[in-house]
Nanobody
Framework: QVQLVESGGGLVQAGGSLRLSCAASVRTFSIYYMGWFRQAPGKEREFVAGISRSGSSTHYPDSVKGRFTISRDNAKNTVYLQMNSLKPEDTAVYYC????????????WGQGTQVTVSS
């Protein structure tokens, strides 16, 4: 089990940027595929970014492609989500999650951090 703690959420105006961080308490962080998800009130949880173990491959849905960038620092056991050109529809609780491999279920989740984008 991986302990994950997100930070960096907050209130930002439309068009602005935020950088989320997720710190992992695990000795073998580099073996995990990491992802970011979000959930808005009354909506399904949505995958917004994923990154391979080495960081060489990233994955995004069309809704955030070109605006969001996921990265990781395995030496710091941390994964980041840089969010640019934010829109009010990006408002949600953002969660990071860890998976044993791409395509496998995400078995560990953080507590979430709120992102609110005002128009």
């Amino acid at each position: 089990q991986v302990q994950l703690v997100e930070s960096g959420g907050g209130l930002v105006q439309a068009g602005g940027s935020l950088r989320l961080s997720c710190a992992a308490s695990v000795r073998t962080f580099s073996i995990y595929y990491m992802g970011w998800f979000r959930q808005a009130p009354g909506k399904e949880r949505e995958f917004v970014a994923g990154i391979s173990r080495s960081g060489s491959s990233t994955h995004y849905p069309d809704s955030v492609k070109g605006r969001f960038t996921i990265s990781r620092d395995n030496a710091k056991n941390t994964v980041y989500l840089q969010m640019n050109s934010l829109k009010p529809e990006d408002t949600a609780v953002y969660y990071c999650a860890a998976s044993q491999s791409q395509g496998a279920a995400f078995g560990s989740w953080g507590q979430g951090t709120q992102v609110t984008v005002s128009s």
